[in-house]
């Protein structure tokens, strides 16, 4: 089955800094990657995701970017805030869009 | 409000009794997942429906068992829980393939297994 590594487990930025997230996958076959926001106690909401067909996608201060050919995929957040602190999850979904492969999560810190 | 609850929130049992954690939605959507999240694990998909009728093993099956008689739920059993089981699990939904793949998420339910 598919395997979806991400990095790092935790990033702390200062206010108004640019956040980096990267994730590789090993299935070449899946083709949807989205991306998703914890928030202490809640469950996971998608934030912005990416087909295999499209090298960048962008809403506001959320960016994603894939690379096919090196099968990696990274979550950009510029300008971040406080309120951008939370658990990311990156994951991947093959064709049917039925089974879904999750990173194990990066705990972003905002420092105000 | 469009929404995916989840009962019980919180749950602790012993090994070995039977549990069924519910999910229910109300969106009309046609496809639904119950996800396991532990530490440094992520989550893991336990199973997923299509629709009524129509459910498929995930990455993590083992010890679980689902049902998918109405399309609004999607009930989690567990049939005999053990202390493996203890997680943090989840119920999400959406419109289905071929439409959007945008999962919506339960709040989650917190089950730990003495």
């Known amino acids: 089955g598919e395997n979806v590594e991400q990095h790092p487990s935790t990033l702390s930025v200062q206010e108004g800094d640019s956040a980096v997230i990267k994730c590789t996958y090993s299935d070449s076959a899946s083709n949807y990657f989205p991306w998703y926001k914890q928030e202490l106690g809640k469950g996971p909401q998608l934030i912005i995701d990416?087909?295999?067909?499209?090298g960048e996608k962008k809403d506001q201060r959320i960016a994603v970017t894939l690379n096919k050919t090196a099968k990696h995929f990274s979550l950009h957040i510029t300008e971040t805030q406080p309120e951008d602190s939370a658990v990311y999850f990156c994951a991947a979904s093959s064709n049917t869009g039925n089974q879904f492969y999750f990173g194990t999560g990066t705990s972003l810190t905002v420092i105000p | 409000e469009a929404q995916v609850t989840q009962n019980p929130r919180y749950l602790i049992t012993v090994t070995g009794k039977k549990l069924t954690v519910t999910c229910s939605q109300n969106?009309?959507?046609?496809?639904m997942s119950w996800y396991r999240q532990d530490p440094g694990l992520g989550l893991r998909q336990i199973y997923y429906?299509?629709?009524?009728?129509?459910?498929d093993k995930g990455d993590v099956p083992e010890g679980y068992k689902v049902s998918r008689k109405e399309k609004r739920n999607f009930p989690l059993i567990l049939e005999s829980p053990s202390p493996n089981q203890t997680s943090l699990y989840f119920c999400a939904s959406s419109f289905g393939t071929g439409r959007t793949y945008e999962q919506y998420f339960g709040p989650g339910t917190r089950l730990t297994v003495t």
């Open positions: 969106m009309n959507h046609e496809y």
């Open positions: 429906s299509m629709n009524v009728e129509v459910t």
């Open positions: 990416i087909r295999s067909n499209v």
